[in-house]
């Protein structure tokens, strides 16, 4: 047997001003990454590339990876981007036979000139291969559409948020893609969705009313009802018509099952949409209440979550860190700031060389229509970093990983970390590559909002959600939606749905 492996995701904000060209998509932000050099760098990972890789080697199929392309979240993908790297993906086809497909993308991607990427990309995979089997991974964030559901042989999401089940995922849709190859398997799929666009704050999987729905379509895999039962909760920041919470169950052969259990799991979620939703309290009074909660239990965690560059934050907005200083925090460390300009003038100047200039601030963003003013920030350079992460750590994917140039700052109460790519600070390991342990400090303010959990969640003694600013907000008003299906909760409040009847839900067993 012979399977192509492939990676193309990219969770795409539409409200960003951060750009997608190609670079972004490379590790070295200038060449592609495929063929060995990919298989190398994710075999053995915990990531959906990897849990390929592993499902395909345990079969003792051979391999052809063209492409292992992620850029971190950020504004609609560049049409030269997407074209370069369908590409990667488009030509082996056209030359060899593969017995099966095994896609890890995200399923929230959105183009310049198309509002669905996964699906477009299916569509030309399907123009040159209609027959091949094709399995996909999503992220648990996927805005599924119509499309995707058609196209693909099985879909799979994740069931954990943080994202810690990326392998998991990717093996469970390898194994299925393997038994449906071999005639063991006839997969049958069923898609729903419900007007409701969760907000990712109460998306953690650690609670309800997430963790509840998510553990029931585990629970119906291990029982073996479904072969697959994924709970999508949707990315809420894509203007498009199918941002949504939805559900996909593959069953085997059993279509009425899989009805049953679509229903059920987007009837639990319509019923919890009330604690989907998210409200924010004033940012003076969440720092106050920080400094309040500080003990000798270990760090406070201050969450700068409304600039999130896991989510296509521009990781520059200064709210949380003026607001945090103007407060006289003391022992504290506040991950990061992006301002490249600012780093490389730290790292001319050197350890202990002191510091004064603006930093942050750099982008407009126009989409939520409010000023982000560069904060001048004094102080010392204490470290430099050349960002190298080597980690063992599954909150990094066991991979080995750069976040760039890095400077730490102290103005002597906090210590301010400034950093060259847009980076989420969700492991232990990134903090300690610029010098900094997080458990020796008294508040730890980072820019994330669930991911930190995997590494640094049990350092916690208290948690403190602030909203600065940025184009992660949980507050819809300050969006403005063109294209995002309406009436939809909780943007309009009085929205009905009830489960719609078989015969007017998308189920799909053998292709039309």
Not at 22 to 49: H, I, M, Q, W, Y
Not at 140 to 145: F, L, P, Y
Not at 159 to 169: F, I, L, N, R
């Amino acid at each position: 047997m012979k399977f192509l492996i492939a990676g193309f995701s990219h969770e795409t904000n539409t409200f960003s001003p951060v750009e997608t060209p190609l670079g972004r998509f490379c590790l070295d932000g200038r060449n592609l990454l495929g063929g060995e050099a990919a298989l190398k760098l994710f075999r053995g990972t915990e990531t959906s590339v990897g849990g390929f890789i592993a499902v395909a080697e345990r079969a003792n199929a051979a391999i052809e990876l063209p492409v292992a392309a992620f850029a971190p979240p950020s504004r609609r993908v560049s049409s030269e981007a997407y074209e370069a790297i369908a590409e990667e993906i488009l030509g082996p086809l056209r030359t060899t036979r593969f017995d099966g497909l095994m896609l890890a993308l995200h399923g929230a991607m959105v183009v310049e000139d198309a509002d669905d990427g996964e699906g477009e990309l299916l569509a030309r995979i399907r123009a040159i291969a209609p027959d091949v089997p094709i399995a996909l991974a999503l992220d648990m964030h996927a805005n599924v559409s119509q499309q995707m559901v058609d196209l693909a042989t099985v879909i799979t999401g994740y069931h954990e948020y943080p994202h810690t089940d990326m392998a998991e995922t990717a093996v469970r849709a390898g194994e299925i893609l393997l038994a449906t190859i071999a005639g063991e398997k006839a997969p049958v799929i069923t898609w729903g969705s419900v007007p409701m666009l969760p907000h990712t704050m109460n998306e953690g999987t650690f609670e309800a009313p997430n963790g509840p729905l998510q553990g029931k379509a585990a629970r119906w895999e291990g029982e073996g009802r479904a072969l697959a039962a994924s709970v999508f909760t949707g990315f809420n920041l894509a203007d498009v018509p199918d941002a949504a919470l939805s559900v996909v169950v593959v069953t085997d052969g059993d279509s009425v099952g899989a009805k049953a259990m679509t229903d059920e799991l987007l009837t639990d979620a319509w019923a919890a949409r009330a604690d989907f939703s998210f409200e924010s309290e004033p940012l003076a009074d969440s720092v106050a209440r920080a400094k309040q909660l500080a003990s000798d239990k270990g760090p406070v965690f201050l969450l700068d979550h409304c600039d999130n560059s896991a989510s296509g934050g521009t990781m520059d907005t200064t709210a949380v860190l003026a607001e945090i200083i103007a407060q006289e925090l003391d022992d504290a460390v506040f991950f990061g700031i992006y301002d490249p300009e600012a780093v490389e003038a730290a790292m001319a100047a050197g350890v202990g060389a002191p510091f004064d200039r603006d930093v942050g601030g750099k982008y407009a963003m126009p989409a939520i229509k409010t000023p982000s003013p560069a904060l001048r920030l004094k102080g010392t350079v204490r470290t430099l970093s050349d960002g190298v992460v080597h980690s063992t750590s599954k909150a990094t994917f066991g991979l080995r990983m750069s976040i760039g140039h890095a400077v730490v700052v102290d103005t002597g109460r906090v210590e301010v970390v400034l950093v060259s790519k847009h980076v989420e600070p969700y492991g232990i390991d990134l903090l300690t590559t610029v010098g900094i342990d997080p458990r020796r400090r008294k508040f730890v303010a980072l820019k994330s909002r669930h991911h930190w959990r995997t590494d640094l969640g049990e350092l916690a003694a208290a948690v403190v959600n602030c909203a600065g600013q940025g184009v992660c907000t949980s507050d819809y008003d300050a969006l403005e939606f063109h294209r995002l299906r309406r009436p939809i909760y909780p943007i309009d409040p009085d929205v009905t749905w009830s489960a719609q009847p078989l015969g007017d839900m998308t189920l799909k067993g053998e292709r039309a």
